[in-house]
């Protein structure tokens, strides 16, 4: 079974820039959760989507959006992008909504700098 | 406001050795815990968990022990080996479902 996959895998942006990262979650999972992780704030999660609708938020600015299709890829949108963006964006995929952990599969991560 | 904390960044310890990572979190509401092991340029994987009925789980050379007065949750990896080598995240999840994470452990084990 393929794993999560997200494209792209490096990303150049530069300040006020919009950009776009997708997640493909595993074959037959729902659920899609974002996640960023910088060095000194460790992983937050963003926020979560299960069939197509956005169930969890965590606490980021409204520059940061996405959004889910039907096929259950996902994709995470940030708009305006300031210096403080750049970080490594994961997204994990679990076959129930918000599942403990242990039933969440991360993929490789977009590492994104803003210049 | 980090409500998962993991103080140590980095910790060396020596083949066959116990290796010991600590997290610490703020939030009483927490009901389950996690450790992950993240390899460079991939996702975090998962490790291993713990309800907040439990004080203990293992799983082979991983066990993870929670005390819940102290707010405390630990890894310890015994014995250790070169293969550990990561950076391990410890995570909470609130009754919500919501993660929160701490800022990661990097783990060396010397040969």
């Known amino acids: 079974k393929a794993g999560v996959t997200q494209t792209p895998r490096y990303l150049i942006k530069t300040r006020g820039q919009q950009v776009t990262l997708s997640c493909s979650p595993i074959?037959?999972?729902?659920?899609v959760s974002w996640y960023q992780q910088t060095p000194g704030q460790g992983l937050q999660f963003l926020f979560e989507y299960f069939s197509e609708t956005q169930r969890n938020k965590g606490n980021f600015p409204g520059r940061f959006s996405g959004r889910q299709f039907s096929n259950s890829r996902s994709e995470m949108n940030v708009s305006t992008l300031e210096l403080g963006d750049s970080a490594l964006y994961l997204c994990a995929s679990s076959p129930i909504l918000s599942g403990t952990g242990d039933t969440q599969y991360f993929g490789p991560g977009t590492r994104l700098t803003v210049l | 406001d980090q409500q998962v904390k993991q103080n140590s960044p980095s910790l060396s310890v020596q083949e066959g050795r116990i290796s010991i990572l600590n997290c610490d979190y703020t939030?009483?509401?927490?009901?389950?815990f996690l450790w992950y092991k993240k390899y460079p340029a991939e996702g975090p994987t998962f490790l291993i968990s713990i309800s907040s009925i439990k004080d203990k789980n293992e799983d082979g050379r991983f066990t993870v022990f929670l005390n819940k007065s102290a707010k405390h949750l630990s890894l310890h990896i015994v014995p250790s080996q070169p293969g550990d080598s990561a950076v391990y995240f410890c995570?909470?999840?609130?009754?919500?479902?919501?993660?929160?994470f701490g800022t990661g452990t990097s783990l060396t084990v010397i040969p």
């Open positions: 995570a909470a999840i609130t009754p919500g479902n919501q993660f929160y």
């Open positions: 939030n009483s509401m927490f009901d389950y």
């Open positions: 074959s037959g999972h729902r659920s």
